[in-house]
């Protein structure tokens, strides 16, 4: 009832709906369930366990008055596993090389980057403060805590979403 009276709040267009399905093309999905009788020979209820030719995953969002791009991913070709990875390096080299500057910039004075450190600090402090008894103890940071960036990885596995690339339709 509270996330009724809390939607009810917010007009239709605020929300979207989404739901995801999978699609085999070509075999059985999971085991069927057969009982036989008794008496009867289990053999004449084999079932094959075909495997499918592919498997389609539709994953879809629905929100009123809005259309937008419609991916379909294929798997990408070799040429293109190496080239990125390649571009997938160099990007996280970049990362790394702006994390170390601003965690360089962090120990200099006059910096951006070193006026961060003793505000978020003081905030600590003062909630460490004012915490009850049975909260957390927070502690102050340090610049190799700080200023870091996500660093993407491909996956290991063909079958995993890092191993495939994006082709865009459009909706019309």
Not at 135 to 160: M, N, T
Request: proline share 6%.
């Amino acid at each position: 009832m509270q996330f009724a009276d809390w939607a009810l709040n917010f007009p239709i267009e605020a929300f979207a709906f989404t739901n995801e399905s999978w699609f085999e093309i070509g075999g059985t999905r999971g085991q069927q369930k057969i009982t036989p009788s008794r008496g009867s020979n289990p053999y004449d209820f084999v079932v094959p366990s075909d495997k499918p030719l592919f498997t389609l995953m539709l994953s879809a969002c629905v929100s009123l008055g809005h259309k937008d791009t419609l991916y379909i991913w294929e798997k990408e070709t070799k040429d293109e596993t190496i080239v990125n990875a390649q571009e997938l390096q160099a990007e996280n080299e970049a990362k790394a090389q702006r994390v170390a500057e601003k965690r360089k910039q962090a120990t200099q004075p006059g910096t951006e980057e070193y006026e961060f450190l003793p505000e978020k600090n003081k905030k600590i402090k003062e909630y460490n403060a004012q915490r009850k008894p049975g909260e957390p103890r927070k502690r102050c940071r340090i610049p190799k805590w700080e200023f870091g960036e996500e660093i993407r990885e491909r996956s290991a596995g063909e079958d995993l979403i890092g191993s495939w690339i994006g082709r865009m339709f459009y909706i019309l």
